[in-house]
């Protein structure tokens, strides 16, 4: 058998490729926000089913962070109808004001958002600006993420391959089990 630390394998992962849990979730309610860069499409598979989010970093005012954020369609066609918007329109990145995301029923797919746009422009502060510098690039961020992907096994062994490597490691054959 082969041991394996599951937490130390994802720590040093995160370390090494500046990915984690770090990311930004929506809650339920408000979630104030300042989109920092362009998004990059970015397609994963869950449970079989292959999704594309667009990915982004923006800041995340409940813990004062730059953090990615896997958009879903629903938000970048909201922040693309406020960019089209005359009093709300950009064209340049980081966004010149903060938006809001409310969220009904997060964390479920029936979840619905509504996108607020902040009522006055407000530049970065200078530690927002250092954070998201350090940070790098959102395009060196999915690399990183793709990278990652690479190095994690695409299955698990299944429960036959699992009992031919127990009985292998034991020495035994089928025959030789007491019933």
Same mark, same amino acid.
């Given at each position: 058998m082969t041991k394996f630390n599951f937490g130390e394998a994802m720590e040093k992962a995160e370390k090494d490729f500046g990915?984690?849990?770090?990311y930004f979730k929506v809650k339920d309610g408000d979630n104030r926000i300042r989109l920092l860069t362009p998004f990059v499409p970015h397609q994963s598979e869950f449970k079989g089913q292959v999704n594309v989010k667009f990915v982004a970093y923006i800041w995340d005012y409940r813990d004062n962070k730059v953090k990615p954020y896997f958009m879903p369609r @629903?938000?970048?066609?909201?922040i693309a109808a406020l960019q089209n918007n005359p009093?709300? @329109?950009?064209?340049e990145l980081p966004m010149p004001y903060d938006i809001t995301i409310n969220a009904k029923g997060a964390g479920t797919k029936e979840v619905k958002y509504s996108v607020m746009a902040a009522r006055a422009n407000t530049p970065l502060t200078a530690e927002q600006?250092?954070?998201?510098e350090e940070k790098g690039t959102i395009d060196e961020y999915i690399q990183a993420l793709e990278e990652s992907k690479k190095n994690v096994p695409a299955e698990a062994p299944s429960q036959e391959q699992q009992e031919e490597t127990i009985e292998d490691v034991l020495g035994i054959d089928e025959e030789s089990v007491p019933l």
């Open positions: 990915l984690g849990g770090d @629903t938000i970048v066609d909201e009093e709300y @329109t950009f064209d600006k250092k954070v998201l």
